[in-house]
């Protein structure tokens, strides 16, 4: 009943002219001798507790020649240790009323768990476990890349356009690993072997190479100890922790690309730009920017592109910010029988007015207002902060951000986003992509 009450306060508030203030998230913070980041929030609201390890290591940190390598090892983190069984966790987590799950991204892997907070003791001795026990031998690396193979043939080959979302990465970054799709591919995959994917693990599965984050229902004293007895006796490696040096360039002048693919049934466009990172004091704007452009189906381009002129059955932009380098995605699928060149010219006219007037202050306030309602909303639950101090930790590199970044979004004006979009939408820029049925070929 609380929550039904506080809703419809929150939507009232985030209307009103003053920025609303939010309660920060109160932490702790201390790093271990062998060099794991510990961060920790007491929420007694519930009697969960969740828990997040980040390994600050994702499809970038791939070896070359071996894209996937990031998010195989997220498959093989649940295969069992020298004193598990595999799929340990899911038991932990789901034989008690609680989750987990997993995820890899560009920058970072993220395991992640929410049970009742009596169990937390269990959960946190099974994640210092698997960071120290890991079983990385034949029979897992095998049974695991075939699993990760299975996906990329459901996710990309068997989808119509999931080449075409392949593409886009592979042709947006010229030098920078970004431009390794997340999944991997096959031939990569196979050519891997034990001694490869041994070698990967040694690498970035180690403490100082990770993030610990526990928020929820639990006693300070209690939960510092428990670190001790688990987290603090894994070793820490001898040799650094690779990183990415590569920076990619800056474009020079705008590129077009043309591609033809069996599968797809209607054309598609994509253009991109490259943008600033994610810890840039831009991104802010560029979220308020994403929502006006493509938030929902009153956004500009939903209403331009498949409401008016109806060129588009689909229409989008992301603003996607990484660690060390952004990149600005829009992406149409047109309707059957309409033209590829129309679609273009209307979506260049619509960032054209973005990056040449300020958006009105209607829009700016309700992408706003949307924006705050989910990001609260998310901080409801132990979840949603866990997850939010640990990428304020990890990828923008000051936790004290997790209690900055809503008063930064708070406080973007609409000079704010022009000033931002003239300088990334710019034709110099610009990569257009074409991705069209084999029996265009000759005809566009």
Known sequence: MRRLLFLPLLALRLHAAEPVTIPPIQFTHRTLANGLEVYAAQDHS????????????GSKDDPAGRSGFAH???????????????ETIDRLTEDVGGFNNAYTADDVTVYHEVVPSNHLERLLWAEADRMAGLTVDEKNFRSEREVVKQEYLQRVEAEPYGQFGEEIIKKSFAEHPYKRPTIGNIPELNAATIADVRAFHAAYYRPDNATLVVVGDFEQAQFDAWVDKYFAPVPKPATPVPRVTVKEPARTKEQRLV?????????????????????????????????????????????????????????????????????????????????????????????????????TAAELAKAKNRLMTARLLERETCE???????????????????NTELGRLQAVSAPDVLRVLREIFTEQNRLVLEYLPEGMKGKK
């Open 46 to 57: 519930t009697p969960t507790v969740a828990i997040n390890v980040w390994y600050h290591v």
């Open 72 to 86: 195989l090892f997220e498959h093989i983190m649940f295969k069992g240790t020298k004193r598990t069984k595999p």
């Open 259 to 359: 591609q033809y693919s069996a599968s797809v049934p209607l054309p598609a466009v994509a253009v991109t730009y490259l943008g600033p990172a994610a810890r840039s004091e831009d991104a802010a704007a560029l979220e308020v920017a994403q929502e006006i452009l493509a938030g929902g189906e009153s956004s500009r381009l939903y209403q331009r592109l498949v409401y008016e002129t109806q060129l588009a059955q689909s229409v989008d932009f992301t603003a996607d910010l990484r660690e060390d380098v952004g990149l600005m995605l829009f992406e149409i699928v047109l309707a059957s029988g309409k033209s590829v060149a129309a679609a273009e010219k209307v979506l260049f006219d619509e960032i054209g007015k973005i990056s040449a007037k300020p958006v």
């Open 384 to 402: 949603g902060k866990a997850a939010a101090l640990a990428q304020a930790a990890v990828v923008l590199g000051d936790a004290a951000r997790v």
